[in-house]
């Protein structure tokens, strides 16, 4: 009875922990499919968790909290879709300053935020849904969560068929084949990419503010403490697929939060803090092989600008 | 009438010069927008990095001190960027370094500084080069993808390492006759392995020449040897060095080693030369920071020196004012973003030029 309450335990901290890894993905897959590598996820990440932070703190009601993540998070997107897009930058460096820069916002805003915690009705709670979260084992995993819980996990089905099912999802994904096709349909590649560009940006504000709403409701420097790139990886573990990005996040936190039971068994809290890295690194070795082996790689044009032929 | 982006046929040495300076300038001008949410005065605020950093005797050697490590990191980086590959844990490769030089230096007995000093400099090197190895040949292997796999590297060795010094490595303390393990830091490393400094300065002169060494030496490596054309071809069309039998894994592996190499000379440079001893903030960004004057200051040895050393100035006068002003340290973090999206959009009227069209 102990060690089914241990092991219920462990997969609902899992299911927690997984949640802003797989919005954040989500919305990284879509700007990689059309063709925009945006390496910032981690500043966007800790801007939208601190925007979110202050307007919940603010206005006391945590879905003004999301919609300013939301927004953050799209606004700093935008930076990132100029210079890739219009000023056919280097987008790995891009990505990289979007990286410092939110980050260093962050701490330089947060700064007098800290140790701040949000009052009780500006949070998400876990609600049980009764009976079902009675459930042995699997009872509080799914139905004792948070509304942004439900919320990755309808994005993640939507997302996967609108990508594959819908001409929206064809034009996005053409795009990161083949922008030249695209272009000559009379599509506009630009619009496509800020498009994705901006979604990519709002998720990763919306997995942000999950951090700071509900996972953990305070205010601390390095809230993200480098999620944004763990979210990277799952987007090539995940073969850049909505629904295998959903699997990968929820069986990474799972491991993660593993983690946490061995650290109460007396295991180094510092070497265990370096765990979630380096199943990183195996994660994405073994999503790149996977890739390697069925042939799915990247998209073709991921990270390169788009250059129209002159006519 | 519209205007559309032309590209150009010849870049001009003068007009990069002119561009990247003119987008650090306009990078610091949008910086100075924090500088007035906290109630500041800009101008002041510069003014007072400016004489901080190289008005003073002093901030003119904090600069060359902050430099020493910035050269070995992106001279380093400098090279393995000309293959195409983006190592963002030079943090990690210098702290590999930094730590190698330290299980040296507590066990080696005091032998001529010229036997010693050059074995902690070499066991730095190797072990940078070790860190630096498996996202190279991981990439060459499997194509995973190196941006993440080197940084991943950086963070698993941050945690052995706080590991290391609140546990195995912590220094006992003595109170009387009793000794017990107190704050989270490892002994000083002895006498013998620290490196001299210029006197009246925290300058370490070996690590400032080999740094400057090393900069030369990473150019010539890459202008003048058939590894560095190697090198050039592999990142400048990989298509064609696969198809002129080039091995991308010997080229990026190579890089990678030298550029981990240098990181982790950075790494014994902090210990052995400034810190003397491994506290919890031990590391300070020069890893990171490389990646900055590495894209500015690019391959060539005197551009990556001058570059480096205005750099170690706006470190020394930015520690200055976050003091003075108590603003916190995520100000450098945004500085370095701000500086290098303007970098980036000064990239686009290098390359391009606007014509107006009717």
Redesign the interface.
Known sequence: MMELKLIENILWIGMRSATPLLLASLGEIYAERSGILN?GVE?MMAMGALSSFVASLLTGNPWIGVLAGLLVGAALSL?HGI?SIH????Q???G?????????????IG?IYIGNQLPVDARFLPVPFKPLSSIPLIGKVFFEQDPLFYMGIVLAVVLWFILNRTKIGIVIRSTGENPAAVDAMGISVPKVRYGATLLGGALAGLGGAYLSVSYNPAWI?NITA?RG?IA??LV?FALWDPIRALLGAYLFGIVEASGYTLQAIGY?Q??L??LP??L??VI??VG??E??RRRM?APAALGIPY?REER | MRIRAV?RLEVSKRNLVTVRILSVIVALLTASL?FLAYGLNPLEVYRSIFLNAFATEIGLTESVVRMIPLLLVSSGLALVFRTGF?N?GAEGQLLAGAMASYLLAVELPELSPLILLPALFAVGFVAGAIWGIPPAV?KAK????E???T???Y??????F??LI??PWKAREKVGKLTYGGFAHTEVIPEHSQLPLLPGTRIHWPTLIIAVVASVLVYFLLTRTPWGYEMRVVGSNPDAAKAAGISYLKAVTLAMMVSGGLAGLAGVGELCGIQKRFTPEFLSGYG?SG?ITA?LGGTNPISLIITNFLYGGLLVGGEYIMITYR????????????I??FV??G??FI??ELRREK
Not at chain 1, 96 to 108: D, H, K, N, P, R
Not at chain 2, 142 to 145: R, S
Not at chain 2, 327 to 338: A, K, R, T, Y
Request: glycine share 10%; aromatic share 14%.
């Open positions: 390496l500043g930076i210079i000023l056919k930058g280097n790995v460096v891009s990289l300053a979007l990286t410092m820069f939110g980050l260093g916002l962050s701490s330089v700064r420097e480098g790139w990277l990886a090539i180094s510092w070497l803090n370096g890295y380096l990183t690194i994405l070795t790149a092989t890739s390697m790689g250059e | 590209r924090v983006w963002i991981l499997l194509n995973v993808n941006v993440i796999s940084l991943m590297l963070y698993v060795l941050y945690w052995v706080q590991h609140h546990g990171f990646i894209w603003l916190p340290i995520g100000v450098v973090d945004m500085f370095n973003g701000i290098l999206f980036l959009a990239e686009f390359k391009y």
